[in-house]
C-alpha cells in the first residue's frame, strides 16, 4: 500500500518499532482490524473490543502470514515485528491519516443527524458520471470503519466521500483531522443521541467540527432548511453554500410532484440560473434534498447540469435505505437499517404516497436520552396525524408509538392492550381512523403477523439498527 512501510507507519502513530530493522522499508499491502481478514503481508492493527482482546488472536495472524503486528500491549520478545503503540485505536486513525495524505484526490466529507448515507449515496451517484469515486461502504463512519474505507482508497480513484457518524463530544474532531476534506457537506441538526449531546445546539457544535478540519479553500454545503445550520456565517474564512426547498437557498427546488413511491418529479435551480427537471426515483421529500445536495457537490467540483441529472435519476436502492420492496402480497418500505425521529417521520411521509392501506412497523429509536419517552410518544401522534391506517409499536418504547398513535394524552395515560391472537378486536383507534397495537417483542409480531398484514397493504418497517428489523422485512417478504 502506497506509503506504509513499517518505517513510515511506526513514525505516523508515534509507536515503538520491535523487530528485524531490515523490514522497516517493506510496505504493507493491507491494513485490518478483523484477524479473520489477514492475509500475506497485511498489517493487524489489535484494537480489543468490548468483550474480545484481539491480542490473543495475534499467533493466529502471524500464522496467516501478516507483515507485522500493531500492539498496546508490550509482547516481549517475538520471532515476528510488531510496533508498541499506546493506543492501537488512536494509531489505526494515524495510520489512515499517513495513508490519506499520500493520495492527491478530493475528499468529500459528509455528516448530520440524519440521511447521511442516502446523502452519500446521491452524492456518489452524481459524481460518477464524471469521475471515478471511492466511498465509505454502507455505515462505516465511526473511528473504526472510517480508517477502514480510507484504506480501500487507490491511485484510480479521483473522489472520495466520506462519512462521519459521532455520538460523543470529541469524536468528530479525530474524523475529520484524518479525513481532511475539501468540501462538507451537513445534512441536518436533529435530536439524535441526545443522551450523549444533550441539546441540538451539542449536536451542532459537534457536527460542525468537520469544517475545522476542511482544506483551505475548501467548499461549505449545507441544509438551508434546517434552522440551526441556516444561521451558519462563514468558517476559516470560507461562505457557505445552502441547499433546500427554500427559495433563499442558492440550490433549491420547486414544482415538486409526487410520482407515489416511484419517487418525486422536481426542478432543480441552479446558481448559475441554469434548471434541471428530473425524477428522483426514491419517494420522500428528504429524497430531494438529497438530489439537492448532489447537484450542489457536482456543481462545485464542474459537472454539466445533464450530468447531475443523469446521476440523481441512476440512483440505486439499498437495502434498508428507502428500499421498495414490491411482492405478489405487499409493498414493503424497508428503511430499517437505522431510526431517530427526524428519519422516522420523513420514512412516515413516505409511507403517506402509497396507494392502498398503510401500515407502519416501528421499534425502538436509541440514545433519545431522558426524553426517549415523549419522542417515541411524538412520532405515533405524526403518524396518527399523517393517516397512517395502522401503527405496530414494538418493544418498550414501541409502546409509547403506539400510544401516541391511539390518541392518548400522553405516555403511559391510557390503557393500550398487547397486541396478540386475542386482541385485534380491541385495537385502539384515534379521532383520525389510525388503529394501534402494542407488541412486546419482535416473536410477538411475527406469530400475529399473517392475521395483522393483508394483501394490498403497503408497510413501512424501521427502527434503529439494534432491534434488527431485516429480520421482519425477510418474513414479510415470505407472507
Same mark, same amino acid.
Given at each position: 500500500?502506497?506509503?506504509?512501510?513499517?518505517?513510515?507507519?511506526?513514525?505516523?502513530?508515534?509507536?515503538?518499532?520491535?523487530?528485524?530493522?531490515?523490514?522497516?522499508?517493506?510496505?504493507?499491502?493491507?491494513?485490518?482490524?478483523?484477524?479473520?481478514?489477514?492475509?500475506?503481508? &497485511?498489517?493487524?492493527?489489535?484494537?480489543?473490543?468490548? $468483550?474480545?482482546?484481539?491480542?490473543?488472536?495475534?499467533?493466529?495472524?502471524?500464522?496467516?502470514?501478516?507483515?507485522?503486528?500493531?500492539?498496546?500491549?508490550?509482547?516481549?520478545?517475538?520471532?515476528?515485528?510488531?510496533?508498541?503503540?499506546?493506543?492501537?485505536?488512536?494509531?489505526?486513525?494515524?495510520?489512515?491519516?499517513?495513508?490519506?495524505?499520500?493520495?492527491?484526490?478530493?475528499?468529500?466529507?459528509?455528516?448530520? %443527524?440524519?440521511?447521511?448515507?442516502?446523502?452519500?449515496?446521491?452524492?456518489?451517484?452524481?459524481?460518477?458520471? $464524471?469521475?471515478?469515486?471511492?466511498?465509505?461502504?454502507?455505515?462505516?463512519?465511526?473511528?473504526?470503519?472510517?480508517?477502514?474505507?480510507?484504506?480501500?482508497?487507490?491511485?484510480?480513484?479521483?473522489?472520495?466521500?466520506?462519512?462521519?457518524?459521532?455520538?460523543? &463530544?470529541?469524536?468528530?474532531?479525530?474524523? %475529520?483531522?484524518?479525513?481532511?476534506?475539501?468540501?462538507?457537506?451537513?445534512?441536518?441538526?436533529?435530536?439524535?443521541?441526545?443522551?450523549?449531546?444533550?441539546?441540538?445546539?451539542?449536536?451542532?457544535?459537534?457536527?460542525?467540527?468537520?469544517?475545522?478540519?476542511?482544506?483551505?479553500?475548501?467548499?461549505?454545503?449545507?441544509?438551508? !432548511?434546517? !434552522?440551526?445550520?441556516?444561521?451558519?456565517?462563514?468558517?476559516?474564512?470560507?461562505?457557505?453554500?445552502?441547499?433546500?426547498? %427554500?427559495?433563499?437557498?442558492?440550490?433549491?427546488?420547486?414544482?415538486?410532484?409526487?410520482?407515489?413511491?416511484?419517487?418525486?418529479?422536481?426542478?432543480?435551480?441552479?446558481?448559475?440560473?441554469?434548471?434541471?427537471?428530473?425524477?428522483?426515483?426514491?419517494?420522500?421529500?428528504?429524497?430531494?434534498?438529497?438530489?439537492?445536495?448532489?447537484?450542489?457537490?457536482?456543481?462545485?467540483?464542474?459537472?454539466?447540469?445533464?450530468?447531475?441529472?443523469?446521476?440523481?435519476?441512476?440512483?440505486?436502492?439499498?437495502?434498508?435505505?428507502?428500499?421498495?420492496?414490491?411482492?405478489?402480497?405487499?409493498?414493503?418500505? !424497508?428503511?430499517?437499517?437505522?431510526?431517530?425521529?427526524?428519519?422516522?417521520?420523513?420514512?412516515?411521509?413516505?409511507?403517506?404516497?402509497?396507494?392502498?392501506?398503510?401500515?407502519?412497523?416501528?421499534?425502538?429509536?436509541?440514545?433519545?436520552?431522558?426524553?426517549?419517552?415523549?419522542?417515541?410518544?411524538?412520532?405515533?401522534?405524526?403518524?396518527?396525524?399523517?393517516?397512517?391506517?395502522?401503527?405496530?409499536?414494538?418493544?418498550?418504547?414501541?409502546?409509547?408509538?403506539?400510544?401516541?398513535?391511539?390518541?392518548?394524552?400522553?405516555?403511559?395515560?391510557?390503557?393500550?392492550? %398487547?397486541?396478540?391472537?386475542?386482541?385485534?378486536?380491541?385495537?385502539?383507534?384515534?379521532?383520525?381512523?389510525? $388503529?394501534?397495537?402494542?407488541?412486546?417483542?419482535?416473536?410477538?409480531?411475527?406469530?400475529?403477523?399473517?392475521?395483522?398484514?393483508?394483501?394490498?397493504?403497503?408497510?413501512?418497517?424501521?427502527?434503529?439498527?439494534?432491534?434488527?428489523?431485516?429480520?421482519?422485512?425477510?418474513?414479510? $417478504?415470505?407472507?
Amino acid at each position: 500500500m502506497k506509503n506504509l512501510t513499517l518505517e513510515n507507519i511506526t513514525t505516523a502513530c508515534r509507536g515503538t518499532y520491535h523487530g528485524d530493522p531490515l523490514k522497516l522499508p517493506v510496505e504493507a499491502e493491507g491494513v485490518v482490524i478483523d484477524s479473520r481478514k489477514v492475509e500475506k503481508n &497485511f498489517l493487524f492493527v489489535a484494537i480489543d473490543g468490548e $468483550k474480545v482482546n484481539a491480542h490473543k488472536f495475534i499467533p493466529d495472524t502471524i500464522e496467516k502470514g501478516a507483515l507485522c503486528v500493531v500492539s498496546h500491549e508490550d509482547l516481549g520478545e517475538t520471532d515476528y515485528p510488531y510496533i508498541l503503540v499506546e493506543s492501537t485505536g488512536q494509531a489505526l486513525l494515524d495510520i489512515a491519516k499517513l495513508y490519506r495524505d499520500s493520495f492527491d484526490v478530493k475528499v468529500v466529507g459528509i455528516t448530520g %443527524s440524519a440521511g447521511k448515507t442516502s446523502t452519500k449515496e446521491m452524492i456518489a451517484s452524481v459524481l460518477a458520471q $464524471k469521475y471515478n469515486v471511492h466511498k465509505t461502504l454502507g455505515n462505516f463512519n465511526n473511528e473504526w470503519g472510517l480508517p477502514i474505507t480510507i484504506f480501500e482508497m487507490n491511485d484510480s480513484h479521483e473522489i472520495a466521500i466520506l462519512e462521519m457518524g459521532v455520538n460523543h &463530544f470529541g469524536e468528530m474532531r479525530r474524523l %475529520s483531522s484524518v479525513a481532511s476534506p475539501d468540501i462538507c457537506v451537513i445534512t441536518n441538526i436533529g435530536v439524535a443521541h441526545l443522551e450523549f449531546f444533550k441539546t441540538r445546539e451539542g449536536i451542532f457544535q459537534e457536527k460542525s467540527q468537520m469544517i475545522q478540519d476542511m482544506k483551505n479553500g475548501g467548499t461549505i454545503i449545507l441544509n438551508g !432548511d434546517d !434552522d440551526l445550520l441556516s444561521r451558519m456565517g462563514p468558517v476559516k474564512g470560507v461562505d457557505p453554500v445552502f441547499f433546500g426547498i %427554500s427559495r433563499d437557498c442558492e440550490f433549491y427546488a420547486s414544482d415538486l410532484a409526487s410520482a407515489g413511491l416511484k419517487g418525486t418529479a422536481c426542478t432543480l435551480h441552479l446558481p448559475s440560473g441554469e434548471d434541471i427537471r428530473c425524477l428522483v426515483p426514491l419517494p420522500g421529500i428528504h429524497m430531494v434534498s438529497n438530489a439537492l445536495a448532489g447537484a450542489a457537490v457536482g456543481y462545485s467540483l464542474g459537472l454539466t447540469p445533464e450530468e447531475i441529472k443523469r446521476g440523481i435519476e441512476n440512483l440505486p436502492s439499498i437495502p434498508g435505505r428507502n428500499h421498495i420492496i414490491s411482492t405478489d402480497k405487499l409493498v414493503i418500505l !424497508d428503511d430499517c437499517y437505522n431510526a431517530n425521529p427526524i428519519s422516522t417521520n420523513a420514512a412516515i411521509d413516505v409511507l403517506t404516497m402509497a396507494i392502498g392501506r398503510k401500515v407502519a412497523v416501528l421499534g425502538t429509536m436509541g440514545e433519545l436520552g431522558s426524553d426517549e419517552e415523549q419522542l417515541h410518544f411524538n412520532t405515533g401522534v405524526y403518524a396518527a396525524k399523517q393517516g397512517i391506517d395502522l401503527v405496530c409499536g414494538i418493544g418498550r418504547l414501541g409502546r409509547a408509538i403506539a400510544e401516541g398513535a391511539s390518541g392518548f394524552d400522553s405516555p403511559g395515560t391510557g390503557s393500550l392492550v %398487547s397486541g396478540s391472537s386475542d386482541s385485534y378486536s380491541s385495537e385502539l383507534t384515534d379521532s383520525a381512523g389510525t $388503529k394501534a397495537l402494542w407488541f412486546e417483542t419482535k416473536e410477538d409480531f411475527l406469530s400475529a403477523m399473517k392475521d395483522i398484514i393483508h394483501k394490498g397493504d403497503n408497510v413501512l418497517v424501521k427502527a434503529s439498527h439494534g432491534m434488527n428489523f431485516p429480520d421482519l422485512v425477510e418474513a414479510l $417478504k415470505h407472507l
